[in-house]
């Protein structure tokens, strides 16, 4: 049987009444107390999902960024298939990935230019998507665009942490700050996509993991400002898909080649003696081994983005497991973060993921 969301709110608020008094009666331990709720909640918030339809896609309107590729390209192709009228942002309309969407032909998926680091860009794009939906808000906000970088922190030019920080998590603040009186106003969806590095950090990623990091702690803001207007805001942790989404293909390769030879330009003698050359080599080394363990298709991840724009009840994060094998050791690290002294899981992640100087 189907509920709607104000008949399960007053079965919710019954509900929890009964579970509350039930643990202040027949338990005296503070522990049990919350372990039970925890229980009660989940199975309460499963059931819930489950029994209320799904939102109806028909006329609401989602704006996806960096859609040149990877899962922007994927989302954008998806979201139309689920018949929500899609505005695709790329950086580069002429891209590979723009052509194949503008291929569509289909007034209900428009091919638009963003740069998510130029503010003038951003607006030009807000006041577009402004244009069909003054009268309706904006229901859904992707914000997708980033830029995959390797880097150990004394080697990373402060141009390149300036530009990272910029695209990865500046470029969502931009989008958001845009759009969100659109999205108010529909009482729409706000999807930040950050990665499991957001969660913890790991040698190497200095640059990619202080933006990942500071885009959940943007998104863990934003959702509590925004909540009490309706407006949810999720986000999607995927682990490792760089060989699924391309970031790290022939191209990407080249381009993150092209970043650690700036970083030998820039490195003093005495830095250049320390780490040499062939520790920035086996950087990318590294990046081609893990394009080789990557999960081999995107699906989990178009998965949750759909699960975060249509369920009425939509999750607050999506940790997606991504990986070839059955074990995914960044999904496990992720789990297994937030319980272990620091010293212990430090011990786990090299041993997952070791960081060697190789001279």
């Known amino acids: ?171 969502m603040v931009r989008t958001c700050k845009a759009f969100l009186p659109l999205l108010r106003q529909a009482k729409g969806r706000i999807v930040n996509v950050t990665s499991v590095k957001g969660l913890y950090a790991i040698p190497s990623n200095a640059a990619y993991t202080m933006a990942k990091f500071g885009a959940e702690a943007f998104s863990e803001t934003l959702r509590q400002e925004m909540s009490q207007y309706g407006v949810s805001v999720s986000i999607i942790e995927p682990c490792n898909y760089g060989g699924a989404t391309g970031c790290l293909n022939e191209a990407a390769l080249k381009r993150i080649k092209s970043d650690l030879d700036a970083q030998w330009a820039e490195a003093s003698d005495d830095v250049r003696q320390f780490y040499g050359q062939a520790h920035l080599q086996q950087q990318l080394e590294d990046c081609k081994n893990s394009s080789k363990t990557s999960a081999p298709n995107i699906e989990p991840v178009l998965k949750a983005f759909e699960d975060a724009l249509v369920n009425p009840c939509p999750h607050i994060r999506y940790l997606v497991r991504g990986s070839n094998s059955f074990f995914d050791f960044y999904y496990f690290l992720a789990l297994i973060c937030p319980y272990m002294p620091q010293h212990l899981f430090d011990k786990a992640r090299a041993y997952f993921v070791p960081y060697i100087i190789y001279k």
Request: net charge neutral; charged share 20%; glycine share 10%.
């Open 1 to 171: 049987m189907e509920l709607d969301l104000p008949t399960f709110k007053k079965i919710e608020a019954v509900g929890w009444t009964v579970a509350i008094c039930i643990l202040f009666l027949f338990f005296g331990n503070v522990g049990i107390c919350i372990g039970f709720f925890i229980l009660v909640r989940k199975l309460f918030m499963k059931v819930k999902r489950s029994k209320i339809p799904e939102i109806d896609p028909t006329g609401k309107v989602v704006v996806v960024t960096g859609c040149d590729s990877g899962f922007g390209l994927g989302l954008a192709k998806r979201l139309y298939e689920r018949n929500f009228s899609v505005f695709a942002c790329c950086l580069n309309v002429d891209s590979e990935g723009a052509k194949e969407l503008k291929a569509v032909g289909s007034e209900r998926l428009k091919v638009v230019p963003l740069d998510v680091t130029n503010d003038d860009s951003v607006s030009k794009c807000q006041r577009l998507v402004k244009e069909e939906c003054a009268n309706t808000g904006l229901w859904g906000l992707v914000n997708n665009a980033g830029l995959n970088f390797v880097g150990d922190v004394e080697l990373t030019t402060m141009d390149q942490y300036l530009t990272i920080g910029n695209i990865n998590m500046y470029g």
